[in-house]
């Protein structure tokens, strides 16, 4: 019987978000088994996404107040759920698995869950993070640098922009960097690196795997990132709630991203890097820093990107010596407007 209500889970997880696919090795059922007791399954089967008082979801469970209220403090604790907090009364709702329940084990996480989540990629997965059109789940923009770009400089385009306009800030670690790290699969980059705002902000620094962030820290962090060669991806709404830094090698959006031949399309990038071969240095650091292995020869033998691979993330652009590299806006019917909210990944 063990095995219906976490098949009942899996189902359920499916339906939010970027989904959570069935496998030929049922390696997502296992995964709900570690995190989830058989209680805490049923529990979560009948949560709504909207956060609801502990008496309203008793009621709907048929159960004693005292006994939900620890069977949701102990799953808040275990980041199964999120919690909410207004006015003193405490609400709780279903959250999908990414993002969700997988980015708040950042301080929990084992190398036996790290192994399985990373089995569960490769297996099925990665088509659930990059086939979403007409959206992705995160979106590159570009670095905060002066370029040359014929296009508004959109509020959602613009990291510095977006922080602004947060009343409440935390920083976490990286999930993807932690995950790989357990493999040993680690890279050199900064963990610390992953923003939340608003409600998932204050989620992350009341459970203590986050912690809360000034406007200028998180501008200086974004720096750093930036240096780094870390893409910035905010969730793609035009309000996010999050703004992640991420490793092309690390990042289950930008590693799987890379094995598709038109990821421009994919994530309907604003812009694309277009390259002055007068003024190209050769020095070859562009190539270093592209995410998506955009940059290579042509038959003149110089270098130039692939507008098809082109995130629009501005990386080469900011560290080229010769300013040789600049960023220009796509045609509009190449382009997409996200959301004004996550609506659409969790509904």
Request: hydrophobic share 35%.
């Amino acid at each position: 019987m063990s095995s219906v209500v976490y098949l009942k889970l899996q189902e359920q997880l499916d339906q939010f978000s970027v989904g959570y696919p069935s496998t030929a090795s049922r390696i997502e059922i296992k995964i709900l088994e570690i995190l989830f007791t058989e209680e805490e399954a049923e529990i979560f089967l009948q949560l709504s996404m909207l956060p609801e008082s502990s008496e309203t979801i008793a009621t709907r469970l048929e159960s004693g107040l005292n006994q939900v209220n620890a069977s949701l403090d102990k799953m808040y604790r275990k980041g199964l759920v999120f919690r909410y907090i207004k006015d003193g009364m405490a609400k709780y709702g279903a959250v999908p698995f990414i993002e969700g329940i997988w980015e708040y084990q950042v301080k929990d996480m084992d190398r036996e869950l790290a192994q399985m989540f990373e089995d569960y990629v490769q297996e099925a997965l990665h088509k659930n993070v990059t086939d979403t059109a007409p959206l992705i789940i995160h979106r590159p923009i570009a670095v905060n640098q002066t370029i040359d770009i014929s296009h508004p400089d959109l509020t959602y385009e613009n990291s510095r922009a977006i922080v602004r306009d947060q009343k409440i800030i935390a920083v976490t670690d990286c999930i993807c960097r932690v995950q790989k790290g357990l493999i040993d699969k680690e890279c050199d980059k900064t963990l610390e690196t992953c923003f939340m705002f608003g409600s998932p902000a204050r989620y992350f620094i009341d459970r203590g795997i986050g912690r809360k962030v000034s406007r200028d820290e998180t501008f200086h962090i974004l720096d750093v990132c930036e240096a780094a060669g870390l893409v910035t991806m905010p969730f793609n709404t035009q309000n996010p709630a999050n703004l992640c830094n991420c490793c092309p090698d690390c990042s289950i959006v930008l590693s799987n991203l890379k094995r598709f031949p038109s990821p421009a399309e994919m994530v309907k990038a604003t812009y694309r890097a277009v390259v002055d071969p007068e003024k190209c240095e050769d020095c070859e650091i562009c190539l270093d820093r592209c995410p998506m292995d955009a940059i290579s020869r042509n038959k003149a033998d110089v270098w130039s990107v692939n507008s098809d691979r082109c995130i629009g993330c501005g990386l080469c652009v900011s560290k080229c010596p010769s300013e040789a590299v600049l960023l220009e806006a796509r045609l509009k019917s190449q382009r997409y407007d996200p959301p004004m909210t996550g609506h659409d990944f969790i509904k």
